[in-house]
């Protein structure tokens, strides 16, 4: 049963510290998504990967985030220093273009 | 970019009821999903519907493309159908944009 996994699924951090999501994609898609989820934004796109190449990160705060894909296996989303407005789930997804997107369990991180 | 409305934004149901959720998008698409959110906040796969129609059990999801919306139906709701459904459309070959999702609850 091929699913996207993601760690850790919680995270409480205090504000100024590095925090660091990892995603692994269902074998074979070649596009990754990173998404943020809260109450006042609703979901929001914050990247996304095509063949391990960045296509969009326009939603991503580009001061203190960062994604990157090491290999096609892993995904990972850096946030540094983070802040309390950063708390939310993020998920990452991933599909084919023009497909279904299947998403992860997401990381619920919580700035202090 | 492409604009998602869904409506209505809440809905409460006794249990067996049916119920239609409705998704707008403002430009032609190539891909179309509905996704329930479960109380946990998992996001689940419900279809894939960028035109059509197509039915898993209780559900049924109809996507008009040439009139822009699409439709989820759900009959003989349970508790279990109870969270947030999404619709997410797309018109640049991958990035989804998601509507601000129906809430449903269904009383037993």
């Known amino acids: 049963d091929a699913r996207v996994t993601q760690t850790p699924r919680h995270k409480v951090t205090e504000m100024g510290q590095e925090v660091t999501m990892r995603c692994q994609p269902i074998?074979?898609?070649?596009?990754v998504f990173w998404y943020r989820q809260t109450m006042m934004q609703g979901l929001e796109l914050l990247a996304y990967?095509?063949?391990?190449?960045?296509?969009?990160d326009s939603g991503m705060p580009k001061d203190r985030f960062s994604a990157e894909m090491p290999d096609a296996t892993l995904a990972t989303l850096k946030i540094q220093p983070s802040e309390p407005r950063d708390s939310a789930v993020y998920f990452c997804?991933?599909?084919?273009?023009?497909?279904?997107?299947?998403f992860g369990p997401g990381t619920r991180l919580t700035v202090t | 970019g492409i604009q998602v409305e869904q409506s209505p934004p809440d809905l409460i149901l006794q249990e067996g009821a049916n119920s239609t959720l409705r998704c707008n998008f403002s430009?032609?698409?190539?891909?179309l999903q509905w996704f329930h959110q479960n109380p946990w906040g998992q996001l689940i796969n419900l279809f894939y519907?960028?035109?059509g129609t197509k039915q898993n059990g209780r559900l049924s999801a109809t996507t008009v493309a040439t009139e822009r919306y699409s439709l989820l139906y759900i009959s003989s709701s349970q508790t279990t159908d109870s969270g947030v459904y999404f619709c997410?459309?797309?018109?640049?070959?991958?990035?989804?944009?998601f509507g601000q999702g129906t809430e449903l609850s269904v009383k037993p």
């Open positions: 430009d032609s698409v190539n891909n």
């Open positions: 074998l074979g898609h070649n596009t």
């Open positions: 997410a459309a797309d018109n640049q070959g991958g990035k989804l944009i």
């Open positions: 990967f095509r063949n391990r190449a960045p296509l969009d």
């Open positions: 997804a991933s599909g084919l273009p023009y497909y279904e997107q299947y």
């Open positions: 519907i960028p035109s």
